[in-house]
């Protein structure tokens, strides 16, 4: 591990990102992870623990996919289309660093609107990265009509994203394979639509939508939110896949966080190893309630990466 590579982070803020949980789920990687070939990720969000895999070329291929078609189309702008997305976010940046803090509001509800109405893919793209740097906390909502739905976040100056970084993300997903593909196929889906590149030479890194650890938390990802039901269903795929021979992590919210007694993620995954690791998250309106608490590393497997 001293020899690896931190070096990409994460394009976009994202609620529960993985960056900071990364030193954790490289200890309690599989120990035969090396030996592996595919890489699998069903909710790739912000791509923390992808970017660092790839960065440091642990797999021959990976499958990276998500329910939002909006992210997965900025993942391929991102590919395809590098310097004429760094062009539109640049523009956009330099007509909102000149406003004043009410006109940065207006533009951002009007960004908002054109986001949600409909625009070219290069468009959709630019107005994401935008969205998510100048919305309350980074987060993504949705409505049940689809729509984005998170409010402005009232930052002056903020930093919309490092142009050296989205180039080599670029340069990383424009890998190819000894047959000249892609080493990295995006997909736009549900997780359990996976089912058919999963087998015992992969691993498979799960990160959904998080069970919330506030009173009113968190959970309209997409239009479907995704609830206790949605949770039951991906227990019942991470089963499947584990049957299959594939090594397995799922991280969540740890429901003791808000009520001792709410074992609802010990029950669901009693067949599996149960870790808490510690997390600093700051998705809580109130600053006093902000602060370390606990999260679930899941996996079928005991034994680990050597440190």
Do not use: H
Not at 32 to 41: A, F
Not at 63 to 75: A, G, Q, R, S, V
Not at 98 to 118: A, M, P, T, V, W
């Amino acid at each position: 591990m001293e020899n690896e590579n931190f070096n990409i982070k994460p394009f976009l803020k994202w609620a529960g990102g993985k960056t900071q949980l990364l030193n954790e789920i490289i200890a309690e990687l599989p120990q035969n992870v090396r030996q592996l070939k595919k890489y699998v990720e069903p909710f790739v969000g912000a791509g923390a623990v992808f970017f660092y895999f790839l960065e440091n070329d642990y797999f021959e291929y990976y499958i990276i996919n998500d329910i939002n078609f909006k992210l997965i189309n900025l993942y391929e702008i991102i590919r395809d289309r590098p310097g004429d997305l760094i062009f539109e976010v640049q523009r956009l940046r330099s007509e909102y660093l000149k406003l004043d803090i009410e006109g940065k509001e207006k533009l951002f509800y009007e960004i908002r609107s054109k986001f949600n109405n409909g625009c070219s893919s290069i468009e959709s793209a630019s107005y994401f990265i935008f969205l998510n740097k100048t919305c309350f906390n980074g987060l993504y909502r949705e409505n049940s009509k689809g729509n984005f739905n998170v409010p402005f976040g009232k930052y002056e100056n903020p930093s919309f994203f490092n142009e050296i970084q989205l180039m080599e993300i670029s340069r990383l997903l424009n890998l190819k394979n000894k047959d000249g593909k892609f080493k990295v196929k995006i997909l736009n889906g549900d997780f359990d639509e996976l089912n058919e590149y999963i087998d015992g030479s992969t691993f498979v890194y799960f990160d959904p939508p998080y069970r919330p650890v506030t009173v009113g938390g968190f959970t309209s990802y997409s239009r479907s939110s995704f609830n206790d039901k949605s949770q039951i269903l991906l227990r019942d795929f991470y089963k499947l896949m584990d049957v299959k021979g594939a090594k397995l992590m799922l991280s969540n919210s740890d429901p003791k966080n808000l009520d001792e007694s709410d074992t609802f993620f010990d029950d669901l995954y009693s067949d599996f190893n149960i870790k808490r690791v510690y997390a600093k998250r700051n998705i809580n309106s109130t600053g006093s309630k902000r602060g370390k608490i606990t999260e679930l590393l899941i996996t079928n497997y005991k034994e680990v990466k050597a440190r």
